[in-house]
């Protein structure tokens, strides 16, 4: 069935250093990929999207790059700061296309 | 303004009783759904709605109902409530329910606790 994998469940960093998060995904097909941001007591917001039309997203200086043959989707930024401090899940569109189907989510702590 | 209303915030039930959690979305949008996170583990999707007809149900238990009363509209009422159903719940809404690169938007969830 499809799936989405995040191994990393913490990740604690400081100011300025690099973050990497790694996803990878299972499902038959090639999908649309997100990365979405969830703060303290709020809903996930989407962070941005790729497909396999452009096979890159950027936001707020975040990247991911979709790789179909490792079928890998990892995120990261170059210099985080303490605002990034959040839980950030991966997800894709099932078969369906309907449900998204999230990974278990990577808690980023960022010290100043 | 926000976009994705859901009401209450939080919610304490006693097991047994009947919930009903309230989300309204104000995007213009043609699809909308529930999904669940409880402690440990990921967001579940749970329901999808297009045009206010159901399209997927992907909850085993039919203690959960849905309910769209408008296009905007999707409640979840939650009947014979146990412990196990403490979690937060999101509705998200999206343009239209088939796009597969269509973006979902999540409103702000309830956070209920079932003692």
């Avoid at chain 2, 304490?12 to 309230?22: D, H, N």
Wanted: hydrophobic share 30%; proline share 4%.
């Amino acid at each position: 069935g499809d799936s989405v994998i995040q191994m990393q469940g913490q990740v604690t960093l400081s100011e300025n250093d690099f973050l990497f998060i790694n996803c990878t995904y299972s499902t038959t097909g090639y999908p649309t990929l997100f990365w979405y941001v969830q703060y303290s007591g709020e809903g996930p917001q989407l962070l941005l999207q790729v497909t396999t039309a452009n096979n890159k997203g950027s936001s707020r200086g975040f990247e991911a790059t979709y790789d179909k043959g490792t079928t890998s989707f990892h995120l990261q930024k170059t210099s985080v700061q303490e605002i990034d401090s959040a839980v950030y899940y991966c997800a894709m569109r099932d078969q369906g296309g309907r449900a998204l189907i999230f990974g278990t989510g990577t808690t980023v702590s960022v010290s100043p | 303004d926000p976009k994705i209303i859901q009401k209450p915030k939080y919610l304490v039930a006693v097991t047994g009783s009947e919930k009903i959690l309230i989300c309204e979305q104000y995007l213009g949008h043609n699809a909308m759904y529930w999904y669940r996170q409880s402690a440990k583990k990921p967001l579940e999707f749970m329901f999808s709605y297009s045009y206010q007809k159901l399209m997927d149900n992907q909850t085993a238990s039919s203690r959960f109902q849905p309910q769209s009363s408008k296009k905007n509209h999707l409640d979840l009422q939650i009947t014979a409530l146990k412990p196990d159903d403490s979690a937060t719940y999101f509705c998200a809404s999206s343009q239209e329910v088939w796009g597969g690169q269509d973006t979902q938007y999540f409103g702000p969830g309830t956070r209920l606790l079932v003692l």
